[in-house]
């Protein structure tokens, strides 16, 4: 179960840096905000129809949750204007290194304290290397194209 669901991120992976591959002549043309609408707006409907049709029928409400919880629409809203912004001026590939760093940076601080309720997993040595892997590959990536 555990290498479907890796299998399962690196695929949402993938499909995250096609998304910004769309979203960033999306945004040269319509204008970077309306690309970002556009991203939401079509994602909102889709989810609406999948909840409409698969969706529990007896969930908790939606407005019973801490307020916190429902913060990640704005932090969602950031990271797809930094797309729309990054991606026609240092590409692709240098946004979604710098994008991916950033999510370890975070992710292991998350992990390690405990954050926002998850598990807690230490930070160790292979977390802190991984985390050095990906910025010697931004920083590669980006003296490559010139970007830094």
């Known amino acids: 179960m555990q290498f479907v669901l890796i299998l399962l991120v ?23 905000l309306w690309a970002t609408f556009s991203i939401f707006g079509v994602g ?13 029928r007896n969930a908790p409400s939606f407005f019973d ?14 990271y797809v204007v930094v797309l729309a912004l990054a991606v026609p001026i240092i590409g692709i590939a240098v946004t979604m290194i710098g994008i991916l760093a950033g999510q370890l940076l975070s992710s292991m601080l ?27 590959a931004l920083g590669l ?7 830094v």
């Not at 096609?18 to 040269?28: H, K, S, T, Y």
């Open 141 to 147: 990536i980006s003296l490559d194209m010139g970007a």
């Open 65 to 78: 949750q801490p307020a916190w919880t429902l913060t990640g629409g704005m932090l969602g809203v950031a």
């Open 10 to 32: 690196v695929l949402g992976g993938a499909g995250l840096s096609v998304e910004a591959g769309i979203l960033g002549p999306l945004g040269q043309e319509v204008g970077k």
């Open 110 to 136: 998350i992990d390690h304290f405990g954050w926002l309720g998850v598990a807690r997993r230490k930070i160790d040595r292979r977390r802190v290397s991984a985390l050095c892997f990906a910025l010697a």
């Open 44 to 56: 909102a409907a889709l989810t609406f129809l999948l909840m409409l049709f698969f969706g529990a």
